[in-house]
Every structure is written in C-alpha cells, then in structure tokens.
C-alpha cells in the first residue's frame, strides 16, 4: 500500500472556526491531491499540488486554501469553516500528471461542522 | 451537471449473479479509470483503459471502453461478497488541469 496518512481522521467542529487538514505522504510522489466526497456529487476536487510550493485550484475550490511547504506534506485549511463543508475529505498522491496514471488515496478525514 | 453520469446508482444482488454498471459521458476522453472503494477507505484503482473498443479483463472483472471514447462499462461475472464496494469511473479533463470522478455505483453482493 502507498504511504499515505492523513490526520485527523475524524473532527468535529463548528461554524466559523478554522480547521486544517493533513496529508503525509512517504512515496516521494510529485502530484498531491485534495478532493472532498459527499453523496450524490461523489469525489470532487478541491486542490492539487504539482510541486513543493506550486499549487492550483480543483473544481469545487472556494472556500479552501492549500499548503505544500514539503514534498511530504499537503494541508487543506478552511479558513472560516461551515456547515456545507462537512464531508468526508481524501487526499491522494500520483507520480505522473498523465491521463491514466494511478492515483493512491488516503484512509480519509471525516469533517464535520455544526 | 455531472460530468460522468453512472448507472446505475445502487444495486444489490445475489451472490453468483453477473451485472453491469455503466459510465457515460458527452465528452470524449484519452482514457478513463475504474475505481473500487470499500467503507471507510480511499478509492483503489481496478483499471485504465486508452484505447476505443479496448475490453481488459481482471479476473470476473470485464472493463470496456466504448468505441467512441466516451463511455465505459463494468461487468462482474458470478458477483461474490467481496465484491461489495462503490464503483467509480474517473477521467482527467482533455481542456485543463482537473480530474473527475462520477458519482458511483454502490454495489451490494447478498451471500
């Protein structure tokens, strides 16, 4: 299995406090990625990295903003969280950017806002 | 508006059945992903196909892409428990950075 951990796993907070969420990664993969996967809509991207200190917006990017300070690490902060950002939030690394080729997923951070 | 529409969105059947879900799109892609994921975890990658008309079998597991590069089917022959998961087609976008996901099937094999 790809090293791939994020933490916390399960947070719960309320609306307008800020949160941030971790992903470390030991593979050394170049693209870092951060979706958010709530029913009907299934994953969506939020942001995605393509190098220590180059990153870009997903479709579904308001609202967030990311880090990548390391190679290994990629941090979502909600800067003013609500409600509608509870989900369930992956993070996912690839080597390449080509078509095709295989994101690994983290275990998830389920978040929730009340 | 979803940019890969899937079908169908649960389906629950007896072990030993065979089914098919599909992943339909307008667009035209370079290649397409099929996805599996089980409660509580990350998406794990079955397969990729690149090629119109491409079929790629992984063990009961039958993937197609369609001729036209714009649709593919999943086919499970003799479904089994293990095989209860979400099922998830990706592609990347042809015109920009962004990669997508369709909104899955949620397959439940009964024993």
């Known amino acids: 299995d790809a090293g791939i951990t994020q933490s916390p796993r399960h947070k719960v907070t309320e609306t307008g406090t800020p949160v941030t969420l971790r992903c470390h990664q030991t593979?050394?993969?170049?693209?870092m990625y951060w979706y958010r996967q709530d029913p009907g809509h299934g994953l969506r991207l939020i942001h995605y990295?393509?190098?220590?200190?180059?990153?870009d917006k997903g479709e579904v990017s308001d609202g967030y903003s990311v880090s990548r300070s390391k190679t290994e690490d990629f941090l979502l902060t909600l800067e003013s969280a609500t409600s509608s950002q509870t989900s369930v939030y992956f993070c996912?690394?690839?080597?390449?950017?080509?078509?095709?080729?295989?994101?690994?997923f983290g275990p998830g951070t389920r978040l929730t806002v009340l | 508006t979803q940019l890969l529409e899937q079908s169908p969105q649960f389906l629950s059947i007896q072990e030993g059945e065979n089914l098919t879900v599909y992943c339909n799109s307008s667009?035209?892609?370079?290649?397409l992903q099929w996805y599996r994921q089980e409660p509580g975890e990350g998406p794990v990658l079955l397969v990729t196909?690149?090629?119109?008309?491409e079929v790629k079998k992984l063990k009961r597991l039958t993937f197609q892409f369609g001729d036209a590069r714009k649709d593919s089917s999943l086919h499970i022959t003799a479904a089994q428990p293990g095989d209860t998961g979400l099922y998830l087609c990706?592609?990347?976008?042809?015109?920009?950075?962004?990669?997508?996901f369709g909104t899955g099937t949620s397959l439940t094999v009964i024993p």
């Open positions: 996912a690394i690839s080597e390449s950017w080509v078509a095709g080729n295989e994101q690994f």
């Open positions: 593979e050394n993969h170049r693209y």
């Open positions: 990295s393509y190098g220590v200190k180059d990153t």
């Open positions: 667009s035209v892609f370079s290649s």
């Open positions: 196909v690149v090629t119109g008309g």
């Open positions: 990706a592609v990347r976008s042809n015109t920009g950075n962004q990669f997508y």
